[in-house]
């Protein structure tokens, strides 16, 4: 059978923040799955590549096309607000973030998003050719559609980026990163009890922990059954790029033994890692 096809969405994302007439500032950041090639600090000029593997398979001559692109767009960005704040009603600070991608899909396809936020709520997106306005978005936003839309240069050069640039970028850096991006790295598991959380009841916890890449499945077991109880927690971080994730199950004293942690994941292969409760355990 085929492979099963690992995706690798890329996210490029832009927070600008509008305090007050003159003080503003815009950052932006890019994802390719859960790794972060790229940074873009409002003090500097050029993107920064966080990756050895971030120029992708892109030569230095389409990047400095691309770096030129960012710069008109982040300063025309920044005026085109100021010129729309006198058009909508409400006052400073802004708050306007923009996010844009696309994700390589099987037999050669891509799709490709963009949209923005205003004040935290989605205002419009790009839809084929031209902009349109969000669901819900408060009916001025229309006036601000209708002007982007007159801008034809601006929206060609929108779906050149999205349509031809960013899934090149992505096919490249999907070759290029290829062995930071398949990185596997095995969980461990240990079974604890955490605070009990009342007479006679134990808090069973399964923390995993060590685990690469993020997706994982971890349930609490009677036997060949899931246990309905079972508490997934957050799955957090650790310092050395991998993640750790606690499970956890509420049951009386007395049902405690015959269960078992059973943990999911790709880096296991089939095998998965079960851990048996030891209803003679102490704590
Ligand atoms: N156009 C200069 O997004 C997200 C990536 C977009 C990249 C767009 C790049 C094109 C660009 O920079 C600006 O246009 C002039 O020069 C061009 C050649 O360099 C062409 O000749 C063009 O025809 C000519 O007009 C242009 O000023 C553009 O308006 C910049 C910003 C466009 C834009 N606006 C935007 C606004 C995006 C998201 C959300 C919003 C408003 C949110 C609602 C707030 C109230």
Known sequence: SPAPHKSFPFRGLQISSFANRSWTRTDGLAWLGELQP?????ESNTIGFLKPWSRGTFSDQQWEQL????????????????EFVKML???YPLEIQVSGGCELLPRNISESFLRAAFQGKDVLSFQGMSWASAPDAPPLIEEVIKVLNQDQGTKETVHWLLHDICPELVRGLLQTGKSELEKQVKPEAWLCSGHSPGPGRLLLVCHVSGFYPKPVRVMWMRGEQEEPGTRQG?????????????????????EAAGLSCRVKHSSLGDQNIILYWDGNRVS
């Open 67 to 82: 770096q030129h692109t960012f710069l008109v767009y982040r300063s025309s960005f920044t005026r085109d607000i100021w």
């Open 234 to 254: 957050d799955v957090m971080p650790n310092a050395d790029s991998t993640w750790y994730l606690p499970v956890t199950l509420n049951v009386s004293a007395g």
């Open 89 to 91: 009603p409400g006052d």
């Open 38 to 42: 790229y940074t873009w600090r409002n």
